[in-house]
């Protein structure tokens, strides 16, 4: 695929390393930058913290957003993300086990782009995330940044 960055937000090391795994499997040779908390994520996206000097204006293709973080939830994340103009248009996937109808609403409300219940399943998750890489990544056409 192309040379953009992916920012997988995830706390569950199983999950990471089996989305990890599924994105290799499938193909996808992005750039992988993970976060474990959401704290963590808003400091990569906005050059702080453990990531301060890091170029902001280098912002990732995708972003896939666990809901339920330490530190910082993800919907926090998501309000932050949208609510700065330099990061306000990139894509972000909320990738969660919760499929509680008020997660999903709040999640779109706050301007997330697409909502996914992580399958159980091993195959079914390989197929989510070749989908997931191939909408994303090769058909989804996001703002140029300026």
Known sequence: MNEKT?????????????????????????????????????????????YAGRPVDDLPELILLDLKLPRMDGLEVLRRIRGDERTR?????????????RDIVESYDLGANSYVTKPVDFTEFMEATRQLGTYWLLLNRSVPVA
């Open 6 to 50: 992916i920012l997988l937000v995830e706390d569950n090391p199983d999950d990471e390393a089996l989305m990890l795994r599924a994105l290799t499997k499938n193909g996808i040779a992005n750039a992988i930058v993970v976060a474990h908390d959401g704290v963590e994520a808003v400091e990569y996206l906005f050059g702080e913290g453990q």
């Open 89 to 101: 248009y990139v894509p972000v996937v909320i990738l969660t086990t919760s499929s509680e109808q």
